[in-house]
C-alpha cells in the first residue's frame, strides 16, 4: 500500500540524459530514434502487406507508446488481463482486443462490466464468459 501523500504510480521527472541510477525502477526507457524507426516500419510494413496492425501491449504496457502506435497506423491494442485492458482505455485507448479467456471467480464479472462501460464487438459479446474479449470504449 502507498504512504499517504504517495501515489503507487508517480510521474518520474528524470531529465533526458539522467545517470541510470537516477531513474526509479520500474521505468521504461526508450531509444526515440529507433522507437519511431520502427513505429514507421511496422506501419508500413503492415499496409504494404494489406493486413490490419494490431500490436500487443505487454511489451510496453503504456497507454502513451498504445495511441503513438494507433496513430501510426494500428486498428488497436492486444493484451492478455482485463484489467490492462482497463489500463489502456482509461489511458485513452479506444479500441482494445483481450486475446485471453476470462474465467475464474473474480473475473467473470468482467464481461458484465465490459457490457455496462465499453461498446463491445457484437460476435464476441455473445460469448464473453468463454472467449476473447474485443471491446471499444464508449
Not at 88 to 103: P, T
Not at 124 to 129: D, E, F, K
Request: with cysteine; net charge neutral.
Amino acid at each position: 500500500m502507498a504512504s499517504e501523500g504517495v501515489t503507487a504510480m508517480q510521474d518520474m521527472n528524470v531529465a533526458i540524459g539522467a545517470s541510470i541510477d537516477d531513474i526509479d525502477t520500474p521505468a521504461l526507457i526508450v531509444d526515440l530514434d529507433a522507437f519511431e524507426h520502427n513505429l514507421r516500419h511496422m506501419a508500413a510494413f503492415t499496409r504494404a502487406a494489406g493486413i490490419r496492425l494490431r500490436p500487443h501491449a505487454k511489451t510496453h504496457k503504456c497507454p502513451d507508446v498504445a495511441l503513438l502506435q494507433i496513430a501510426a497506423g494500428a486498428v488497436g491494442q492486444c493484451c492478455q488481463k482485463v484489467g490492462e485492458a482497463e489500463a489502456l482505455v482509461h489511458g485513452g485507448v479506444r479500441d482494445v482486443l483481450v486475446s485471453n479467456q476470462i474465467v475464474g471467480a473474480g473475473k467473470s464479472k468482467a464481461p458484465i462490466y465490459l457490457r455496462r462501460n465499453f461498446i463491445v464487438d457484437d460476435l464476441l459479446s455473445q460469448c464473453l464468459a468463454q472467449c476473447t474479449c474485443h471491446f471499444v470504449a464508449r
